[in-house]
Structure formats: structure tokens, C-alpha cells
């Protein structure tokens, strides 16, 4: 599975984004998506999941209400909407994938796509 993670961009406090990761392969259906993201001198940090059928999700406690996790296997996309963005959730944010069931941690993810930043201003 490869995946490309796109979506990114500036935006004020408060403001919108909306990330795509978009795979290929027949079986992306099969995965299980995390989205993960980095900010500048801090480890990688979970930030959501959903599962391989869209039937569970997760979210870290930092995003949760702000952040929505949704998938469309007809068109091997996963999507990360965010709202209420605030400058702490400047980082570059990236998707994995992995079979079986979906984890928040990231060693257990076997396919990184290439990371798209957000930045968020004050």
C-alpha cells in the first residue's frame, strides 16, 4: 500500500482543514488508518484511527470534538477534518496504514505516506 497524504496548509486559530490520504492498492479496504503528526523537536504523536470498515474510531484527547476521522474505500481515501484548529496543532501530520485492528501506536504501523504540514497562527 502506498499512501500520499495531501490537505495541508496556513490557517488562523480557529479555522478549518480538511486532510486526505489517498492509497493505492485493491486492498486498502482491508487497513486500518492512523493519523499521526510531528511537530517541530517532539516525537511523532497519535492523533486519530479508524478502523478498516469505518465502524470504530479514536481520537487523542488533545483533538477530540475539534477532529473527525472518515474514510471512503471506494475511492482509497481516508480523511482527517479539523476544525477549531489552534497554533498547538502545528505540526506535519501524516497517515499509515496497517492490517488488522487499528492501533494508536505508531511503531505498529507498516505504511507512512510522506506527511503533509499544517501550521496554524495565532
Known amino acids: 500500500v502506498q499512501l500520499q497524504a495531501s490537505g495541508g496548509g496556513l490557517v488562523q486559530a480557529g479555522g478549518s482543514l480538511r486532510l486526505s490520504c489517498a492509497a493505492s492498492?485493491?486492498?486498502?479496504?482491508?487497513?486500518?488508518v492512523g493519523w499521526f503528526r510531528q511537530a517541530p523537536g517532539k516525537e511523532r504523536e497519535f492523533v486519530a484511527y479508524?478502523?478498516?470498515?469505518?465502524?470504530?474510531?479514536y481520537f487523542a484527547d488533545s483533538v477530540k470534538g475539534r477532529f473527525t476521522i472518515s474514510r471512503d474505500n471506494a475511492k482509497n481515501t481516508v480523511y482527517l477534518q479539523m476544525n477549531s484548529l489552534k497554533p498547538e496543532d502545528t505540526a506535519v501530520y501524516y497517515c499509515?496504514?496497517?492490517?488488522?485492528?487499528?492501533?494508536?501506536?505508531?511503531?505498529?504501523?507498516?505504511?507512512w505516506g510522506q506527511g503533509t504540514l499544517v501550521t496554524v497562527s495565532s
Open positions: 492498492g485493491r486492498t486498502f479496504s482491508m487497513y486500518a
Open positions: 499509515a496504514a496497517k492490517g488488522y485492528s487499528a492501533s494508536r501506536n505508531h511503531n505498529e504501523y507498516g505504511y
Open positions: 479508524i478502523t478498516w470498515n469505518g465502524g470504530s474510531t
